[in-house]
């Protein structure tokens, strides 16, 4: 089993910044990629950013040039510096784990989620 706990969730004006954090915990096994999810109130949870266990990156459209994602392997922790944020980006963010298990599949796992909000 995989454990994951984010922190760094908070209240921000437009226009600001917050550093979410994820740490992992358990049976990882190489080759995962991790993500950050969010999930508005009354819709439905969309991927914010990925990156592989090399560091290739991948990134929503509506984050782009605001969002980074990175991580450190050794210590099983993936973050996401959220720049020059706006009320839409008020959500409930999450954390991903991919990885494989039995032979040709994957699994995912989940953190508990961490809530950010934008403030106008």
């Known amino acids: 089993q995989v454990q994951l706990v984010e922190s760094g969730g908070g209240l921000v004006q437009a226009g600001g910044s917050l550093r979410l954090s994820c740490v992992a915990s358990?049976?990882?096994?190489?080759?995962?990629?991790m993500a950050w999810y969010r999930q508005a109130p009354g819709k439905q949870r969309e991927l914010v950013a990925t990156i592989s266990q090399g560091g290739s990156t991948n990134y929503a459209d509506s984050v782009k040039g605001r969002f980074t994602i990175s991580r450190h392997n050794a210590e099983n922790t993936v973050f996401l510096q959220m720049n020059s944020l706006k009320t839409e980006d008020t959500a409930v963010y999450y954390c991903?784990?991919?990885?494989?298990?039995?032979?040709?599949?994957?699994?995912?796992?989940w953190g508990q989620g961490t809530q950010v909000t934008v403030s106008s």
């Open positions: 358990g049976s990882i096994f190489s080759g995962n990629t």
């Open positions: 991903n784990l991919n990885q494989a298990g039995r032979p040709g599949v994957r699994y995912d796992y």
